[in-house]
């Protein structure tokens, strides 16, 4: 009789670990007990109940609420797991219906609302600012009108709206003639819109009112999953470096979190943030303009340290298989909070299509301090800048993603020192990298473009301690100390010269490059030793999308002849101001013998992303089978 009782006591324990699950449906009541049968209506409120090992279930439907978590999990095995419930679409809005539109003339409607109605944060008199944000001369609100889902532009005027124009800025010209303005004093808010041959009180129109959708207001709110949501139209604010970073998910100060599966769009600035906090600063630059905003932001950087930013408090998430369009600002940004994680089978497209406003802060995925942050296997398309990795990329590995149709730059590495590897990409942008940092390895990677090379000599950058947020030193940066290992170089047809690595001929630190391919006038390194250089070669490289497919042709030649070696830890040596090495995250070494299809490399490898190339004509399609 006692092993029984004991038996059932561990089975109790056992199940307790588990947790509890609640349930929450638009048929629901925050009175319920949040069981299947009796559900709660809000996230917000199965947030309120839930603790660490605990999973929130929510049912089909749309729940216009920003989440609030109040808490977070006890680690990786005891999380606080916020889930769409398996095949339902359920989706988090921060915007409202509005269907009480007045006509005035032509396609213009007009509505007034009262101030009451959007509680305590009106994005209708709040304008977007920050530090490096550009405005363009003219004034821009959080807010946005979305008529069926799809937004509006903002004019300045109510005279833009009543006679509208194609934007020439933006990448959907016939969408920008369906504009809106605002105005609001003490007591009400008006919007006018143009829906041209459309009645917004027939169709779905929507007006954002919330500054976040899934943003934890506290620090200490760890290890939470959030997942298979769609989350969409937030007014968020301008999330610059020194900033408290608030997108439409954000995980504030904290540390774990996965967010995963979710499709996420039409935020005013950032879909994701993995973000600074206020407390260190929040646009100190925009507010002290007596120094420079590099100066403003290594002050930041010290005060973060002294709030806790190290591995062990902050950052190590994962951002996994979503999809994120339509924000204007970044698919997914942080400072110093994108530290330690991995981002990792998004699809990343049509960001910053508007144009509308400007910034040192736009692309698909932009990070600074992304110290040991894995950037692996993404599609980003279309998105103006598709990576910027500014300040302190260190320990960051760039791999098997495949960047393409951005019209500033595929990647861009801004005043870093490095360790950091960019290996087996397919980059298919007329520029595929900007690099204006140091301590760089490109191992088989594709370059269908440009590749840009400056210096830096007027700001003084960190380099930290290997695989640690502490500061080792600080540097200009000189131009060297990179590493090219079996690279294709093929440039689009006509492209002019400055492709390749001649740019380095001259570099202040030693470059250390072989085994590339060059076609097409790119130039080689002076220095390097085993090399293809066709300069009168076109491999009519081609990138073309057929629904979900992306289809890259190109044609090679002298690779199979070329003699190249196996890429490793040991070969790529250490970067030279950090004196660290380009390794694993745990210190161990890196060998590159699989290519960007996990297929296992010879020993005389083919250069580029592709073991198996053909010489002459070769035809891949993505996602590789």
């Known amino acids: 009789m006692k092993k029984v009782k004991i038996l059932i006591v561990l089975l109790v324990a056992g199940s307790l670990a588990y947790g509890k699950e609640y349930h929450v449906s638009v048929k629901g009541n925050d009175a319920n007990t949040g069981t299947e049968a009796a559900p709660f209506r809000t996230i917000g409120r199965a947030a309120q109940a839930a603790y660490a090992g605990d ?45 009480t539109w007045t006509k005035e003339t032509g396609g213009v409607w007009k509505v007034t609302l009262p101030n009451s109605f959007f509680g305590d944060y009106n994005p209708y008199a709040d304008l977007i600012y920050g530090d490096w944000f550009n405005g ?80 934890p207001e506290k620090q200490g709110v760890n290890y939470l999953t959030v997942q298979g949501f769609h989350i969409s139209q937030a007014a968020s604010q301008w999330a610059a470096p020194t900033a408290e970073q608030v997108g439409m998910v954000a995980t504030h100060w904290n540390k774990g979190w996965i967010i995963e599966n979710n499709v996420i769009s039409n935020a ?19 507010n002290d303009r007596s120094i420079d905003g590099s100066l403003h932001y290594i002050e930041v950087t010290f005060r973060t340290l002294r709030n806790g930013w190290s591995k062990e408090n902050i950052g190590s998430h994962i951002v996994r298989n979503n999809e994120i369009f339509a924000c204007e600002q970044t698919g997914i940004c942080g400072s110093m909070g994108a530290a330690f994680s991995i981002v990792e089978n998004n699809y990343i497209h049509d960001i910053w299509v508007k144009r509308q406003f400007e910034g040192a802060e736009i692309a698909g995925i932009k990070f600074h301090a992304a110290i040991d942050t894995q950037i692996r296997n993404n599609r980003i398309c279309r998105t103006g800048r598709g990576m910027w990795l500014d300040w302190m990329a260190q320990g960051t590995r760039v791999s098997r993603n495949i960047v393409y149709g951005n019209d500033l730059e595929d990647l861009f590495f801004e005043v870093d020192h490095g360790p950091y590897i960019v290996d087996n990409n397919i980059l298919g942008s007329p520029v595929n990298v900007w690099n204006m940092s140091q301590g760089g390895a490109y191992v088989h990677n594709l370059f269908a473009g440009l590749f840009r090379v400056f210096q830096e000599k007027s700001r003084y950058t960190p380099y930290h301690l290997p695989h640690r947020t502490d500061i080792a030193g600080l540097s200009i940066i000189l131009n060297g100390d990179n590493r090219f290992y079996n690279n294709l170089f093929i440039p689009v047809a006509g492209a002019k010269l400055g492709h390749g690595k001649a740019e380095y001929d001259n570099g202040s630190y030693p470059n250390f490059m072989d085994g590339n391919a060059y076609y097409n006038h790119a130039l080689q390194y002076g220095k390097e030793e085993h090399f293809v250089s066709l300069p009168d070669f076109d491999p009519k490289f ?15 030649q002298g690779v199979k002849d070329l003699q190249t070696g196996i890429v490793t830890t040991e070969r790529l040596g250490k970067a ?50």
């Not at 609100?141 to 004019?155: I, P, R, W």
């Not at 879909?271 to 929040?282: A, F, P, Q």
């Not at 490898?605 to 053909?614: A, I």
Request: glycine share 8%; with cysteine; charged share 30%.
């Open 55 to 99: 999973v929130i279930t929510v049912h089909a439907g749309t729940y216009r609420e920003w989440v609030n978590p109040p808490r977070g999990g006890a680690g990786e095995d005891a999380r606080i797991v916020y889930r769409a419930a398996p095949g339902e679409q359920v989706e988090i809005k921060g915007s409202e219906v509005v269907n």
């Open 136 to 215: 363009m001369g003219r004034v821009h609100h959080t807010g946005e009108v979305f008529l069926n889902n799809k937004s509006l532009y903002e004019k300045e005027t109510i005279d833009k709206v009543r006679n509208p124009e194609i934007y020439p800025r933006s990448k959907d010209p016939e969408g920008s003639k369906y504009v809106w303005y605002c105005e609001s004093d003490a007591e009400n808010t008006t919007i006018w819109a143009n829906f041209h041959q459309h009645n917004p009180n027939k169709e779905l129109v929507e007006i954002s009112l919330r500054r976040t959708c899934f943003y």
């Open 268 to 286: 005013k600035c950032s879909g994701i943030t993995l973000g600074k906090e206020r407390g260190t600063g929040h646009n100190v630059w925009l």
């Open 542 to 556: 081609r990138m073309e999308e057929k629904g979900k497919e992306v289809h890259i042709s190109f044609a090679v």
């Open 576 to 625: 030279k101001l950090p004196k660290a090495a380009y390794e694993q995250l745990d210190g161990t070494p890196i060998v590159f013998d699989k290519d960007i299809c996990n297929v296992k490399r010879s020993e005389q490898p083919v250069p580029g992303p592709f073991e198996r190339l053909n010489e002459g004509d070769n035809t891949i399609v993505y996602p590789f089978k």
